[in-house]
């Protein structure tokens, strides 16, 4: 009886919603069925301030929004940080849930590919935001630059990079002589072994996982009252109540959304609610009178919050899972240099591999010379370009482009920190502003 009352309310509502909405004119509605119309750009600071309820912890903030209004490039979004510290077993695990991954196909100009050298410090976003270059990055610590690595190279220009677009690869000295067949991460061996329709449906699957709004090719129109909006509108609901928790805390469906679904279908609610035989559970949608408070559902997907970060220790902060940037009291500075190629250095067999593999990439690619503290190493890796590259591929030498007057901050392995990472991609922006449409 009771759930026969709800469906005759329900429908009663629908049809005088349905007569307001589809006779009257719309500027003739009552408030109560429009919506405001806000243009996003208009409400994104207000949504952003209700949303983020958290404290700016990023210790390089203040540095960082004022090096942004000088070359007109938003760091908002960097104000607010997870930590971790130095070799966290969570450094070598998210090499596959790379920002990359949530970009559309053939969306890309830029492709950073490369090993810490790139991953620690190098902000895709400023590159964007400087240059007018849509760019994603696939870089991560102990990426070699090898016969391996370079099919997977290649497989990811195929799907992401427009017609046109530009790879950019960013080794250090050690990482290009390795064995051509060999990988050290785990997950990266997996990832290289898939055929072309594994790596399609793992693309495909962990796009869909982003929080991007999906294209309309992407996802089908459910036909109104199959199953496939069944539970779309299940699906949105979820979405729903997770934001909501993350904004006022816990929330339970309420009874008159479950009848609601239930109406619908009742076998396909059954369906859902009813326990393996046998098992003995609970059904899947049940809720317990006394649900255990929920912790944040994002507090570890790539480090911990803290209330406030010192640069008096050593540690990685992240605003997204893609750049991780070391801070702390570093010593060791960058420095410009113009000495040319070491002319003792002598690649190996492996070396020449693995170059080669480079070069018969398809598209312009260009090799950069990241930032380092003595001239000896500049001199090594311009030698290596000149003696490798030179003839297939661009150079980006950050040495020269160095200023003359200003050093930056590095760890003792060559990796930029504090705000090291920051003026590399500024460097690497003016470099594509100059190049990217200049044709070799």
Not at 63 to 91: S, W
Not at 351 to 367: E, I, Q, T, V, Y
Request: charge should be neutral; proline fraction near 6%.
């Amino acid at each position: 009886m009771r759930n026969e009352v709800i469906q005759w309310i329900l429908l009663a509502l629908s049809f005088s919603t349905s007569v307001l909405i589809f006779i009257f004119p719309e500027s003739e509605l009552p408030d109560f069925f429009l919506s405001p119309v806000v243009s996003e750009t208009t409400a994104a600071p207000e949504t952003k301030a209700k949303i983020n309820q958290r404290k700016v912890n990023n210790p390089l903030f203040t540095e960082y929004t004022r090096i942004g209004k000088e070359y007109n490039v938003d760091m908002e979004f960097t104000g607010v940080v997870r930590a971790m510290v130095p070799y966290d077993r969570r450094l070598h695990r998210d090499s596959l849930e790379l920002e990359l991954f949530c970009e559309k196909e053939k969306s890309l100009d830029v492709l950073l590919i490369g090993d810490s050298t790139m991953a620690w410090g190098v902000i895709p976003s400023v590159i964007e935001q400087r240059s007018g270059l849509r760019v994603g990055m696939f870089a991560m610590r102990s990426m070699y630059l090898n016969e391996t690595s370079m099919r997977t190279t290649e497989r990811l220009q195929k799907y992401y990079l427009k017609p046109g677009g530009m790879t950019l690869f960013g080794f250090a000295i050690w990482t290009q002589l390795q064995d051509p067949g060999v990988v050290r991460r785990g997950e990266l061996r997996k990832f290289n072994q898939l055929s072309d329709d594994e790596f399609l449906r793992f693309v495909r699957e962990r796009r869909s996982s982003c929080n991007v709004p999906p294209e309309p090719e992407e996802v089908p129109e459910p036909r109104t009252f199959s199953r496939a909006a069944f539970e779309a509108y299940s699906n949105e609901l979820g979405i729903l109540r997770k934001d909501l928790r993350k904004s006022i805390g816990r929330l339970r469906e309420t009874t008159l959304a479950r009848d609601f679904r239930q109406m619908i279908h009742p076998s396909w609610y059954t369906e859902k609610l009813a326990p393996a035989p046998g098992t003995g559970e609970k059904p899947a949608n049940a809720i317990d009178k006394e649900q255990p408070k929920e912790t944040d559902p994002d507090s570890n997907e790539f480090g911990d919050y803290k209330e406030r970060i010192s640069l008096g220790g050593f540690q990685f902060i992240r605003w997204d899972n893609q750049t991780l940037t070391a801070t702390g009291p570093f010593s060791i500075r960058s420095i410009r240099s113009t000495v040319p190629p070491d002319p003792g250095f002598r690649p190996t067999a492996d070396h020449r591999l693995n170059a080669d593999a480079l070069r018969k990439l398809s598209g312009r690619k260009a090799f950069i010379i990241s930032f380092y503290s003595e001239h000896r190493s500049y001199a090594i890796q311009r030698a290596i370009y000149a003696t490798l590259y030179k003839d297939d591929v661009e150079l980006l030498d950050l040495g020269e482009m160095h200023p003359e007057d200003r050093s930056f901050a590095m760890d003792n392995e060559g990796h930029p920190a504090n705000l090291g990472g920051l003026e590399k991609s500024l460097l690497i922006a003016e470099w594509l502003r100059k190049n990217f449409r200049n044709q070799k």
